[in-house]
């Protein structure tokens, strides 16, 4: 009698808990799609608005940022691939249909993407083409296919240094950054598999192969934002042209990256191993540089408690998220479900308010961060960890609705 009582409550209680998990992924989602009904206005940097002098005289940068019109960019396709596992989940048409709807703001009749520059070779535009892929999947609308295609050619003709890794930025000249890795895989091998381009997947592994290999470092296992091959840049070490600081949303990127590429390669295709081992590595190192008390990680990765360091919501969230998709695709040990289980708690208490109405809100993201440009940004303990944080930031939403769902799948599978 006893035992089948422990068992009854054991169930009531884990149902409870999954129900949690959606639960604040769908709050989330209506927070969105109540903000942004008709299209996303992503909130310019202060650092970029005065790089292209966008804050008129008299102006806050505050006035200039909600001024801003919208423009195609990698913070929808983020948030937009959670409202795309949301529908899935919840079997519920609405998530779809935003999603539509948002894309739609930007696609013309004939396929061509309003706002989009392809000769500003910039990897933050590409994201956003999954859902094109989607949506060309489930519409069979040429449209989708034609704009899909326009930033699958971006690619072909994307700068490179001289190994052969993807430039960030055009006005980013030989450097590889953590971030492109998300931008541009993720697609590149959705497009690869669904128009049969398997050729690509090498080119795809190898991005992944040499940004760990040039920004790795070897005593703690983490990977150093950014990397310069020509070594000329200010915030670049003069003998290795490493950035000089290890930011954890940048390996979150990263590793988001690299579990949802797996998705797309095939399961004989033999250097899947290669990312997998990648993932192994990464996994454990972080781990280690998880805060001991709330479980989450910090701005800058191994300096906890630092003066002026804080614990960072968007990393924590694509941490939570890679590593539970980690384990339920079986590509880390189930050793990590005790690390995940308190950051996803960790996430939970420290991260996530409600306010008076009910509605759900997601805090403490740190805006942005990058290297070079103007202002100069100089990749150093101070410049990271005194750039303004943002609530409810879309970086760190799209992340935290994945991760919601994935540790709820985690949950289920224990």
Same mark, same amino acid.
């Given at each position: 009698m006893k035992k089948t009582f422990l068992i009854s409550s054991l169930i009531i209680f884990l149902c409870q808990y999954s129900f949690a998990q959606t639960n604040y992924a769908i709050k989330l989602a209506e927070t969105i799609m109540n903000t942004y009904k008709d299209s996303m206005v992503v909130k310019k940097y202060a650092s970029h608005l005065q790089q292209d002098k966008q804050i008129a005289p008299g102006q806050t940068v505050e006035q200039a940022q909600l001024n801003r019109p919208a423009v195609w960019n990698y913070e929808m396709g983020v948030v937009l691939a959670g409202f795309e596992k949301l529908a899935v989940l919840q079997s519920d048409k609405k998530y779809a249909d935003y999603t539509k709807n948002i894309i739609d703001h930007f696609i013309t009749a004939d396929g061509v993407?309003?706002?989009?520059?392809?000769e500003e070779y910039n990897l933050d535009?590409?994201?956003?083409?999954?859902?094109?892929?989607? =949506? !060309?999947?489930?519409?069979? *609308?040429? @449209?989708?296919?034609?704009? #899909?295609?326009?930033l699958y050619k971006q690619l072909a003709w994307q700068p490179r240094n001289k190994i052969g890794g993807y430039w960030h930025k055009l006005k980013y000249p030989t450097q590889m950054w953590l971030d492109g890795l998300y931008m541009a895989e993720p697609f590149a091998a959705e497009y690869a598999?669904?128009?049969?381009?398997?050729?690509?997947?090498?080119?795809?592994?190898?991005?992944?192969?040499?940004?760990?290999?040039y920004?790795?470092?070897?005593?703690?296992?983490? =990977? !150093?934002?950014?990397?310069? *091959?020509? @070594?000329?840049?200010?915030? #670049?070490?003069?003998?290795?042209?490493?950035?000089?600081?290890f930011w954890s949303r940048a390996m979150g990127w990263y590793m988001m990256a690299l579990v949802d590429v797996l998705d797309q390669l095939p399961a004989n295709y033999k250097r899947r191993t290669e990312l997998i081992a990648i993932l192994n590595r990464l996994s454990t190192a972080l781990i280690k540089f998880q805060d001991a008390k709330e479980g989450v990680?910090?701005?800058?990765?191994d300096k906890a408690n630092k003066e002026l360091n804080y614990l960072e919501s968007s990393s924590s969230a694509?941490?939570?998220?890679?590593?539970?998709?980690?384990?339920?695709?079986?590509?880390?040990?189930?050793?990590?479900?005790?690390?995940?289980?308190?950051?996803?708690?960790?996430?939970?208490?420290?991260f996530v308010v409600v306010d008076k109405d009910g509605n759900v809100h997601?805090?403490?993201?740190?805006?942005?961060a990058g290297l070079g440009g103007t202002p100069y940004r100089d990749g150093t303990y101070d410049y990271y960890v005194k750039e303004p944080k943002r609530d409810d930031d879309l970086k760190a939403i799209g992340p935290f609705i994945q991760a919601c769902i994935e540790y709820e799948w985690l949950i289920k599978k224990k």
């Open positions: 993407i309003r706002t989009y520059d392809m535009n590409i994201p956003s083409g999954r859902q094109l892929l989607h =949506l !060309y999947q489930t519409t069979k *609308e040429e @449209k989708y296919k034609t704009a #899909a295609a326009s598999a669904m128009f049969n381009d398997t050729k690509k997947f090498d080119d795809i592994v190898n991005q992944f192969v040499w940004m760990e290999k920004s790795r470092d070897s005593k703690t296992g983490l =990977l !150093y934002h950014g990397w310069d *091959e020509s @070594k000329l840049q200010q915030w #670049a070490n003069p003998k290795t042209g490493l950035s000089p600081e990680w910090w701005q800058v990765t694509m941490f939570v998220y890679a590593l539970s998709k980690a384990v339920n695709k079986n590509y880390i040990s189930k050793s990590f479900v005790p690390a995940i289980t308190k950051a996803y708690n960790g996430v939970i208490k420290n997601y805090t403490k993201a740190v805006a942005g």
